[in-house]
């Protein structure tokens, strides 16, 4: 391929160094000189090319490619042709000049302006934990032993393989009743909300805990649902507190955030209230694979299958980055939520989806979660430690399960304890922004709480994420904490 070419001075007035190099073709090669040499204005808006002819002879190549150059570059606008005039620089076109450089001056910010040293915030699991060995060789067997037709257009309910390993997998693990029929593969438990607010499931009220994730809430709020909050209280969310709702919202296995898991004479009441009113409880089975002190509690789905939607996910598990979860549904919704869905709108990646199913029913899932059952639990006894010895008087409330625990401050202390974080370089979330807007408040520091027909937890906290910190970063996370938490009350 032709190097380079100087022409004339006497063609278009001044020299015009084209450089050919480099693969493909020579055409293409020309289109991207030409285009170069209007970019750094060498070739300036109004400047005459020489005809194709001429160029096509001094660069060494046939005249169809210059004419076919030309012809490209005076469609994309880069030259305009006409009879008489030539070819020539198109006058819109201006060669890129660089900005001004601005001299960086150093401004001095506070520790918490530049982004936490230490994060704790919650929901989130221990990303150098994710079992990349294990999931690349569940990629790889999917992929590999995949049929022609997961590469076409797909079933919005997801991979029957995916569909039919999850019913093996929460019947044994999670005490879910259900068949691949009845699951629908979503990205996670926001867009299951968003899916079922989108049929006759999620309309109008619906209840849901006192405490609670404010995103799912401006979510729902934005679908046009209303939340009203139920009380709770040491045994979970007080469901004999329902009236005209006909659907609520609970996360029955590790209420998020204050811990406890909801009472099985609870479990029973809501199930019984959902057949006599005809509702639906929508479950979260958030962190219900986390339990540390005993075996699991079983989803509530099991109790009547026909009344209950459960929703997981591998977020907590795996890794949110790969946007895999499930909703289990009564019959009568599936339709609605996979008419809501659409025909090819928000899918999951089906190789991710043939991947999970592959180390679900490799055992892999299975080894993982025991690994970080372990991970976790050595994680929270040692936040439970480092407070016993350099915090006594700081209580960490609920079960011993999930990412994240609760501790329970002196009264009135909650926001000076953010500050002293945040200034710190802590990043943690306060028990106070979770609780729903329409829940009471806590009563003044100075009283104790009373008990009422709709008590909260009325005490100051901290949400701290034991799960986020990498392991070696975790112990000088759990210092610096400890050296931030109010002294006791006097």
Same mark, same amino acid.
């Given at each position: 391929?032709?190097r380079?070419?100087?022409?004339?001075?006497?063609?278009?007035?001044?020299?015009?160094?084209l450089?050919?190099?480099?693969?493909?073709?020579?055409?293409?090669? @020309? =289109?991207?000189?030409l285009r170069?040499?209007?970019?750094?204005?060498? @070739?300036?808006?109004?400047?005459?090319?020489?005809?194709?002819?001429?160029?096509?002879?001094?660069?060494? %190549?046939a005249?169809?490619? %210059? *004419?076919?150059? !030309?012809?490209e570059?005076?469609?994309?606008?880069?030259l305009?042709?006409?009879?008489?005039s030539?070819?020539?620089? &198109?006058?819109?076109?201006?060669?890129l000049r660089?900005?001004?450089?601005?001299a960086?001056?150093?401004?001095?910010?506070?520790?918490?302006?530049?982004g936490?040293?230490?994060?704790? /915030?919650q929901?989130?699991?221990?990303?150098?934990?994710?079992?990349?060995a294990?999931?690349?060789?569940s990629?790889?067997?999917?992929?590999?032993?995949?049929?022609?037709?997961?590469f076409?257009?797909?079933?919005?309910a997801?991979?029957?393989e995916?569909?039919?390993?999850?019913?093996?997998?929460?019947?044994?693990?999670r005490?879910?009743?259900?068949?691949?029929?009845r699951?629908v =593969?979503c990205?996670?438990?926001?867009?299951?909300?968003?899916?079922?607010?989108?049929?006759?499931v999620?309309?109008?009220?619906?209840?849901?805990?006192?405490?609670?994730?404010?995103?799912? /809430?401006?979510?729902?709020?934005?679908?046009?649902?209303?939340?009203?909050?139920?009380?709770?209280?040491?045994?979970?969310?007080?469901?004999?507190?329902?009236?005209?709702?006909r659907a609520? @919202?609970?996360?029955?296995?590790?209420?998020?955030?204050?811990?406890?898991?909801?009472?099985?004479?609870?479990?029973?009441?809501?199930?019984?209230? &959902?057949?006599?009113?005809?509702?639906?409880?929508?479950?979260?089975?958030?962190?219900?694979?986390?339990r540390?002190?005993?075996?699991?509690?079983g989803?509530?789905?099991?109790?009547?299958?026909?009344?209950?939607i459960?929703?997981?996910?591998?977020?907590?598990?795996?890794?949110?980055?790969?946007?895999?979860?499930?909703?289990?549904?009564p019959e009568? !919704?599936?339709?609605?939520?996979?008419?809501?869905?659409?025909?090819r709108?928000a899918?999951?990646?089906?190789?991710?989806?043939?991947?999970?199913?592959?180390? @679900?029913s490799s055992?892999?899932?299975?080894?993982?979660?025991?690994?970080?059952?372990?991970?976790?639990?050595?994680? /929270?006894?040692?936040?439970?430690?480092?407070l016993?010895?350099?915090?006594?008087?700081?209580?960490?409330?609920? %079960?011993?399960?999930?990412?994240?625990?609760?501790?329970?401050?002196?009264?009135g202390?909650?926001r000076s304890?953010?500050?002293?974080a945040a200034w710190?370089? =802590?990043?943690?979330d306060?028990?106070?922004?979770?609780?729903?807007?329409?829940?009471?408040?806590?009563?003044?520091?100075?009283? *104790?709480p009373?008990?009422?027909e709709?008590?909260?937890?009325?005490?100051?906290?901290?949400?701290?994420?034991?799960?986020?910190?990498?392991?070696?970063?975790?112990?000088?996370?759990?210092?610096?904490?400890?050296?931030?938490?109010?002294p006791?009350?006097?």
């Amino acid at each position: 391929m032709a190097r380079s070419w100087v022409n004339s001075a006497e063609r278009i007035g001044s020299d015009l160094h084209l450089e050919l190099s480099g693969p493909g073709s020579r055409r293409a090669a @020309l =289109i991207d000189a030409l285009r170069e040499a209007v970019r750094s204005g060498r @070739l300036t808006p109004g400047t005459r090319l020489p005809p194709y002819r001429s160029l096509a002879a001094d660069l060494g %190549v046939a005249r169809n490619t %210059v *004419a076919d150059a !030309y012809a490209e570059l005076v469609a994309e606008g880069w030259l305009t042709a006409r009879q008489g005039s030539g070819t020539r620089v &198109a006058e819109r076109t201006e060669p890129l000049r660089p900005g001004p450089k601005h001299a960086r001056v150093p401004v001095k910010t506070p520790p918490h302006a530049r982004g936490p040293r230490h994060d704790l /915030r919650q929901g989130t699991p221990d990303a150098s934990t994710f079992p990349r060995a294990a999931w690349l060789a569940s990629y790889r067997r999917a992929l590999q032993q995949a049929p022609h037709e997961v590469f076409g257009p797909g079933d919005p309910a997801g991979r029957v393989e995916l569909r039919e390993a999850l019913t093996e997998y929460l019947a044994r693990a999670r005490g879910v009743r259900t068949e691949p029929d009845r699951i629908v =593969i979503c990205s996670g438990f926001a867009h299951a909300l968003r899916l079922l607010s989108r049929t006759a499931v999620l309309r109008g009220t619906l209840a849901v805990e006192a405490y609670g994730l404010p995103f799912h /809430r401006e979510l729902l709020a934005d679908a046009g649902v209303r939340t009203v909050p139920l009380p709770l209280d040491e045994h979970g969310a007080d469901v004999s507190r329902l009236a005209r709702e006909r659907a609520v @919202l609970l996360t029955p296995a590790h209420q998020f955030p204050t811990g406890g898991p909801l009472h099985a004479e609870r479990r029973a009441a809501v199930v019984d209230w &959902a057949r006599a009113r005809g509702g639906v409880v929508l479950e979260d089975d958030y962190d219900g694979e986390f339990r540390y002190d005993r075996k699991p509690v079983g989803a509530v789905q099991g109790l009547d299958t026909e009344r209950v939607i459960f929703v997981g996910s591998v977020s907590k598990s795996l890794s949110p980055a790969l946007r895999l979860g499930w909703m289990v549904l009564p019959e009568r !919704y599936v339709a609605g939520v996979l008419a809501a869905k659409g025909e090819r709108e928000a899918w999951v990646s089906v190789l991710d989806q043939l991947s999970l199913a592959d180390f @679900l029913s490799s055992g892999s899932y299975d080894r993982h979660v025991r690994r970080m059952r372990q991970h976790y639990r050595s994680r /929270r006894d040692r936040l439970v430690a480092a407070l016993a010895e350099h915090a006594p008087h700081i209580e960490v409330t609920g %079960v011993a399960a999930g990412l994240h625990a609760v501790l329970r401050l002196p009264p009135g202390t909650e926001r000076s304890a953010l500050k002293a974080a945040a200034w710190a370089g =802590i990043a943690l979330d306060g028990l106070a922004e979770f609780r729903h807007p329409g829940a009471p408040k806590a009563p003044e520091a100075s009283k *104790a709480p009373e008990p009422s027909e709709t008590a909260v937890p009325a005490y100051d906290g901290l949400v701290v994420g034991y799960a986020t910190p990498s392991e070696h970063a975790y112990g000088a996370a759990l210092d610096a904490l400890c050296r931030v938490l109010p002294p006791e009350a006097g």
